[in-house]
C-alpha cells in the first residue's frame, strides 16, 4: 500500500500531478489515495521531501507462508495460439505440483481465447483461470501485469512460472515487484527442496561458468521464467478433465496507458531457428562470408535453419537473431550440426537439448565434442561441400 507521512508532506501537489491513474487527489492540503492506485512508484519517485513509501505485500507472505498452495502457469497466448513454452511449463509444473501435492493452473489473459483452455487441461493443467476481454487483446504491461497480480493476490499460489519470452520478460517482474516477491529469471530447471517444499531454481551464472541454485525462503509466490524449449511438454491428453474459471476484470484494471496502433513480426520472429528441426550452426571457424555460404548451402539443403555462435554474430558475418546461446536463443531441433564452433558453456546451454548433435571441427580436443552425438575432425571448408553434395544427392535419388 500507499503510505503518507502527513508530518513530512508539504502539500505541493506534486504527486497529484503526477499520478498517471488518477489515484492521488489533494485535500485539505494533503494527498489522498483512491483504489485506482497501482502502486507504480511514480509518485514516491516524485515527492521531493519523501513524504510517500510503499509497503509491499510480502510483509504479509513473510509471516504467512503456508497459506500460499498450488502452482501457476501465465499461459502466454498471442497472435490467436498460446505459446509452445506455456505447455512446456505445464509439463515441468505438472511435476512440481504432483511432489507438492497440490493443484496447477494456467492463467490464460487474452481476447477471443476460444478452446484454449481445453488445450491447457489436456496439456496437465487441472484448473485454467481465463481472462477474455476485448481489453487484452493486445498485450501490455500494466493491464496484464494487474490483472495477473489480482489474481495472485486472492488465490495465493506458492510458484508462478512463465516463458522467458519478451512478454513474459516484460510482464513477470512488474508482478514480482506488486507482489514484494523473488524471481529468478531464465532458469534451466526446477525442483522442490524435500524438507521445506521450497522451489529450486536453477540458472546459469557468472557468464555461465557456474549453475547457481536459487530459493526465495521469506516470500510467496516463488516466480521464475524459463526459456522456451527448456522443459518438455506432456504428450496431450484430450481426455483429461479440469476446471475453467471465468474471471471478469474490473474496467479499472483494464486500463493501460499503452496504446497499441499495430503489431509487426520482427525479423527475428521470421527467422526463426526455434521452430526448425534442423539448424546448422556457423561458428568463427568458417571465416567469414565464404564459409557462411557454405553454412546456408548445407541448412538449404537439409530444409533447415542457420544457426550461430556469438563469434560468428560478433564478426558481422549474421544478425544476432540467429545466434545460439546463453545471451541468443535456446534450440532443441531434432538434428544441430555445429561448424566450426569450439563448444563454449555459453553457446552449449542453447543447444545441448537437441537430439542429435553433428560436430565439425579441426581440433580434436574442442569441447563441443563433449556434448557431440556425432564428432568430425577435419577442416570445414573440406567437409561441408561434400556433406551438401551427398544430401542433394540423396534428395535427388
Ligand atoms: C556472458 C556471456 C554470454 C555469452 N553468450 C553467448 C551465446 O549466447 N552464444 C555463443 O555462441 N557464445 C556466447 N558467448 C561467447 C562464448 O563464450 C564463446 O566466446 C563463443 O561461443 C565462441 O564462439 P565460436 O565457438 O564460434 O568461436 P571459437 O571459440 O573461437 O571457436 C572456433 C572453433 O572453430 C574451429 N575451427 C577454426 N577453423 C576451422 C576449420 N577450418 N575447420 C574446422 N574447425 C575450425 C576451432 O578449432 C575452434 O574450436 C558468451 C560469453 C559470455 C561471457
Redesign the pocket.
Known amino acids: 500500500m500507499l503510505k503518507i507521512d502527513l508530518d513530512a508532506c508539504i502539500g505541493c501537489g506534486v504527486c497529484e500531478a503526477n499520478c498517471a491513474f488518477g489515484a492521488i487527489t489533494m485535500k485539505d492540503g494533503h494527498p489522498e489515495v483512491n483504489e485506482k492506485c497501482t502502486l507504480c512508484g511514480t509518485c514516491v519517485d516524485n515527492c521531493e521531501v519523501g513524504a510517500l513509501s510503499i509497503e509491499r505485500e510480502a510483509k504479509a507472505g513473510q509471516t504467512d507462508l503456508a497459506s500460499w498452495s498450488g502452482v501457476w502457469v501465465f499461459a502466454e497466448f498471442r497472435r490467436g495460439r498460446i505459446a509452445p513454452v506455456a505447455l512446456e511449463l505445464l509439463g515441468a509444473g505438472r511435476g512440481l505440483a504432483d511432489t507438492r501435492g497440490v493443484k496447477l493452473a494456467a492463467v490464460l489473459l487474452g481476447s477471443e481465447l476460444g478452446g484454449a483452455a481445453a488445450e491447457l487441461i489436456a496439456h496437465g493443467a487441472d484448473t485454467v483461470f481465463q481472462v477474455d476481454d476485448p481489453a487484452l487483446a493486445h498485450f501490455t504491461d500494466d493491464a496484464y501485469g494487474n490483472v495477473l497480480a489480482d489474481l495472485i493476490r486472492a488465490h495465493k499460489p506458492e510458484i508462478v512460472l512463465a516463458g522467458a519470452t519478451a512478454i513474459g520478460r516484460s510482464v513477470i517482474p512488474r508482478v514480482a515487484t506488486m507482489m514484494g516477491a523473488g524471481l529468478t529469471a531464465d532458469c534451466t530447471q526446477l525442483a522442490i527442496r524435500e524438507e521445506d517444499g521450497a522451489l529450486l531454481q536453477t540458472r546459469p551464472a557468472f557468464?555461465?561458468n557456474i549453475m547457481a541454485t536459487i530459493v526465495c525462503p521469506d516470500t510467496r509466490p516463488q516466480m521464475a521464467t524459463v526459456r522456451p524449449l527448456v522443459m518438455k511438454p506432456l504428450t496431450r491428453d484430450a481426455a483429461r478433465r479440469g476446471e475453467v474459471v471465468n474471471v471478469a476484470a474490473p474496467p479499472e484494471r483494464l486500463r493501460s496507458r499503452v496504446k497499441v496502433l499495430d503489431s509487426v513480426a520482427s525479423e527475428g520472429e521470421q527467422a526463426n531457428i526455434t521452430e526448425s528441426d534442423v539448424v546448422v550452426a556457423a561458428?568463427?571457424?568458417m571465416?567469414g562470408d565464404k564459409g557462411m555460404a557454405l553454412v546456408k548451402e548445407l541448412a538449404d539443403a537439409l530444409g533447415g535453419a542457420v544457426g550461430a555462435?556469438?563469434?560468428?554474430v560478433d564478426s558481422g558475418w549474421i544478425s544476432y537473431h540467429h545466434?545460439?546461446?546463453?545471451?541468443?536463443k535456446t534450440v532443441a531441433p531434432k538434428l544441430y550440426i555445429a561448424c566450426?564452433?569450439?563448444?563454449?558453456i555459453?553457446?552449449v546451454i542453447?543447444m545441448q537439448s537437441a537430439e542429435t548433435i553433428v560436430a565439425?571441427?579441426?581440433?580434436p580436443h574442442?569441447p563441443i565434442f563433449d556434448v557431440a552425438t556425432y564428432g568430425v575432425v577435419?577442416?570445414?571448408?573440406e567437409i561441408l561441400p561434400k556433406l551438401t553434395a551427398k544430401m542433394k544427392e540423396r534428395k535427388g535419388a
Not at 323 to 328: E, H
Not at 340 to 344: F, K, M, P, T, Y
Open positions: 557468464g555461465g561458428g568463427r571457424g571465416d555462435s556469438r563469434a560468428a545466434q545460439v546461446g546463453q545471451t541468443g566450426g564452433i569450439s563448444g563454449a555459453q553457446h542453447g565439425i571441427n579441426k581440433d574442442a577435419g577442416d570445414v571448408f
